[in-house]
């Protein structure tokens, strides 16, 4: 008998899931060129934000790289980020490392200061 290895190969096996919070909050779209020169930007919208990635609206006629950084209106940093999914004007993203929960509540706190 072969080695047997205890990998699910179930294609339907259930992705970890973050909570949502809807941001709705101005980005940046950075990506990123040859020799890892930034120098084109591209605005956007953050809709949704969770430890894992994002939901941002974009023109549907742009053309989003499968690659690029992600900065967050009024916040320096910027996040490694992978397309997952495009529908339309809808761009689901997963960041390239999960997003420190502290942060997370600095991004969301500054949303919510900016709508009082």
């Known amino acids: 008998m ?22 709705d909050r ?34 549907p006629t742009l053309e989003v790289p499968n690659h690029f950084f992600l900065e967050i209106l009024g916040i320096r940093d910027e996040i ?10 809808l761009v689901t993203i997963s960041f390239n490392m ?3 929960a502290e942060f997370l509540h600095h991004v969301l706190r500054l949303s919510f200061e900016a709508d009082v």
Do not use: M, W
């Not at 990506?31 to 023109?59: D, P």
């Open 80 to 89: 490694g980020s992978t397309v997952v999914k495009r529908e339309g004007e």
């Open 2 to 23: 072969a080695f047997q290895t205890h990998l699910n190969d179930d294609s339907n096996e259930r992705e970890k899931s973050y909570r949502d919070f809807s941001l």
């Open 26 to 59: 101005p980005g940046k779209i950075i990506i990123v060129g040859h020799h890892l020169s930034t120098g084109t930007q591209v605005r956007c919208l953050i809709r949704t934000i969770n430890l894992a990635g994002a939901v941002l609206e974009v023109s």
């Open 98 to 100: 999960l997003i420190n």
